[in-house]
T-cell receptor, first 116, second 114 residues
Framework: NAGVMQNPRHLVRRRGQEARLRCSPM?????VYWYRQLPEEGLKFMVY????????ESGMPKERFSAEFPKEGPSILRIQQVVRGDSAAYFC??????????????FGSGTRLTVV | GENVEQHPSTLSVQEGDSAVIKCTYS??????FPWYKQELGKGPQLIID?????GEKKDQRIAVTLNKTAKHFSLHITETQPEDSAVYFC?????????????FGKGNQVVVIP
């Protein structure tokens, strides 16, 4: 079991470019969560997805950010026209079910985005 | 919504001593409280969790206690070792969203001095 796989580990983008972050959940997990971690801060919820369905995107900025989890392939977090404030570590977690009291999260190693 | 606070922000302990990290939460309807350990350059790793129907849980050198009345929970690490040095995050399930997402504290840097 390879765990939650995120790539790339590090991503550098110039202001105005697009960033695409990928997350493959653990085998057997059908729920994906994206969190953002700013320096010296905790993790902030962004979006919760199931296959082909966004369950909760209330933590994601309404502009420039989007997420998907297609029937086939990894979940993608997409940031358009990146700005310096987007620089952060982005973590993906997966679980078998959506109910955290029964099934805890497993996090990936994260993608560290740097906007120059 | 759910607000989780951790203290102290940094904790230094001598190897072999115990470390205690405390967290408070705001929503009494939260029912799941995990602790994560994050080493430099890695993702958070679940180390122990507790549900609201339990007051204490122990796993070898790690224990978590929950006081629902006071709305706080604590992580206890006994006989600390250098490999325990990391950032520790507490979290609480957010009842606004059916408890299927977590609200995290800002983390505690634990330094174990050999």
């Amino acid at each position: 079991n390879a765990g939650v796989m995120q790539n790339p580990r590090h991503l550098v983008r110039r202001r105005g470019q697009e960033a695409r972050l990928r997350c493959s959940p653990m085998k057997g997990h059908s729920h994906v969560y994206w969190y953002r971690q700013l320096p010296e801060e905790g993790l902030k919820f962004m979006v919760y997805l199931q296959k082909e369905n966004i369950i909760d995107e209330s933590g994601m900025p309404k502009e420039r950010f989007s997420a998907e989890f297609p029937k086939e392939g990894p979940s993608i977090l997409r940031i358009q026209q990146v700005v310096r404030g987007d620089s952060a570590a982005y973590f993906c977690a997966s679980s078998r079910m959506g109910q955290t009291p029964n099934y805890g999260y497993t996090f990936g190693s994260g993608t560290r985005l740097t906007v120059v | 919504g759910e607000n989780v606070e951790q203290h102290p922000s940094t904790l230094s302990v001598q190897e072999g001593d115990s470390a205690v990290i405390k967290c408070t939460y705001s929503d009494s309807a939260s029912n799941y409280f995990p602790w994560y350990k994050q080493e430099l350059g890695k993702g958070p790793q679940l180390i122990i969790d507790i549900r609201s129907n339990v007051g204490e849980k122990k796993d070898q050198r790690i224990a978590v206690t929950l006081n629902k009345t006071a709305k706080h929970f604590s992580l206890h690490i006994t006989e600390t070792q250098p490999e325990d040095s990391a950032v520790y995050f507490c979290a609480a399930s957010d009842p606004r969203y059916g408890n299927n997402r977590l609200a995290f504290g800002k983390g505690n840097q634990v330094v174990v001095i050999p």
